[in-house]
């Protein structure tokens, strides 16, 4: 029989609690008997919720908490006086090994401080990035990092490339992955001072296959499968690349509705571009790992609906499977 991982789930975080983590969860253990999920929050909310399901009772379990770090809260100061929060209590049992992974839609900020200080950083990581997943025309990209370090350094640039590498191989099965580090332009002299330091040291870097740089353009048509850059870019990417997809879905719903004829047409050509679409869609590839923790801590958007809770933590799965975190200790204490 294969081993059970163990997922927490923030119940109160996010736009949609507790109502989106539940129905994650409940779809989760119904769809995988490898999954269990512990469910973090005020237990009569939870309970209300899951009262209108039915699923395995004997693989979610919630755990009762008192307190709810809310996103405008500092976040330093909320992890260090809401002992009983959802996110403190869910990122502690994965720091003691009571669970393997914690996922949360909730406060951004306390996730990343709690992820730092509660389950703490794998030895020799100097900065934990947060790495999503993005659609491109041939699959996916890891965009390494889009939310935690906004003053990186070219070190710490380099560890992303490592540890994206891995991710990408190991979970998402990309056999030597390509590394770009995002640019202005593809010439190895343009860019700012990080770029330009960072360039040559990635270019030294053994165990991954750089490509050099790449220019934002080029980032949907899938020229490489691991973005590195600093967090300010990478969220800026990140946010870009979701409006401007949401908008394109949009203008070409209504532009079939504009006629009799492009309606007919909509009609013939909705379920391949229904696939298509789907593929585009971030809520699709689960949530964003921070990588380099002792145990896996995976963001998802605060206004995430069940579909992308659930599929991050089947991303938990695949990623403890495989082993991620060993595979980063080990490439990591190589340097």
Known sequence: MSEVVKVVVDAMGGDYAPQEPVHAAVEAVKENSEIFVYLTG???????????????????????????????????????????????????????????????????????????????????????????????????????????????????????????????????????????????????????????????????????????????????????????????VGNVILKLYEGVGATLISKVKSGMMTSLRSKIGALLVKPALKKTLKSFDASEHGGAPLLGLKGLVVKTHGSASYVEIKNGIKQCLQFKKQGINEKIKEHIQEV
């Open 42 to 232: 005020i237990e009569e909310q939870i309970q209300q919720e899951l009262k209108k399901y039915q699923y395995p009772t004997d693989r979610i379990e919630i755990v009762p908490t008192t307190e709810v770090i809310e996103t405008a809260e500092p976040p330093v100061n909320a992890i260090r006086k809401k002992k009983d929060s959802s996110i403190v209590v869910g990122q502690t049992m994965v720091r003691k090994g009571e669970a393997d992974a914690f996922i949360s839609s909730g406060s951004t900020g306390a996730v990343l401080v709690g992820g730092q200080v509660i389950v703490g950083r794998i030895k020799g990581v100097e900065r934990p990035p947060l790495a999503p997943l993005i659609p491109t025309k041939d699959g996916v990209a890891l965009l390494i990092d889009c939310g935690a370090n906004v003053d990186a350094r070219p070190s710490h640039l380099v560890q992303f490339a490592k540890m994206g590498s891995i991710y990408m191989e190991n979970v998402v099965g990309i056999k030597n992955p390509r590394v770009a580090i995002v640019n202005i332009g593809a010439e190895e002299e343009k860019g700012n001072a990080l770029v330009k330091e960072t360039f040559p040291l990635l270019k030294e870097t053994k165990g991954i296959n750089f490509i050099g740089s790449i220019e934002a353009r080029d980032i949907p048509a899938g020229y490489a499968d691991v973005i590195v850059c600093e967090a300010f």
